[in-house]
């Protein structure tokens, strides 16, 4: 999918095939949900900074490499952020999301480029808990619910 997203430039707005708009659909899916766990960058930024980073994180993710979009670049003017900032706030979900190495291979490079790659180099290792930043953050948001059922 990440060459199909490549080749497919030239068309902005244009999926290759169907299932693409699902796929990314469903990746942003998944970072809003890990997010939701993230009460630091939650209370931190607006809603409208949080939708930006997650939709650019997950057109990284799909493209395995982190360029500009003009979509994206859109939804910045919509939501009156800057590119940088949305940028840098995508590089903390994404983190979250994935962990420390396997989000590092993505932004920084490392060989991994949808249009070097061959498909079977371009999967993520497996995750392990060591990988992330955010060990422990469920039992975090389980002490302040328990707090919360005391009062």
């Given at each position: 999918m990440a060459r199909d997203l490549q080749a497919n430039r030239t068309?902005?707005?244009v999926f290759l095939q169907a299932e693409h708009a699902g796929v990314i659909a469903g990746i942003a899916s998944h970072i809003s949900d890990v997010l939701s766990f993230q009460d630091e960058l939650m209370s931190s930024f607006w809603p409208s900074e949080l939708a930006a980073a997650t939709l650019h994180a997950s057109?990284?993710?799909c493209t395995k490499c982190f360029e500009r979009h003009t979509l994206t670049l859109r939804?910045?003017?919509l939501c009156r952020v800057k590119e940088e900032d949305v940028a840098s706030l995508s590089e903390k979900i994404l983190t979250a999301a994935i962990?420390?190495?396997c989000a590092e291979l993505i932004l920084e490079g490392s060989g991994i480029t949808?249009?070097?790659?061959d498909p079977e180099q371009l999967a993520l290792p497996p995750f392990?808990?060591?990988d992330s930043d955010s060990d422990g953050f469920i039992s975090g948001r389980?002490?302040?619910r328990q707090k919360r059922q005391r009062r």
């Open positions: 068309q902005p707005g057109l990284i993710l939804i910045n003017h962990g420390n190495r949808a249009e070097e790659s392990r808990p060591s389980d002490e302040k």
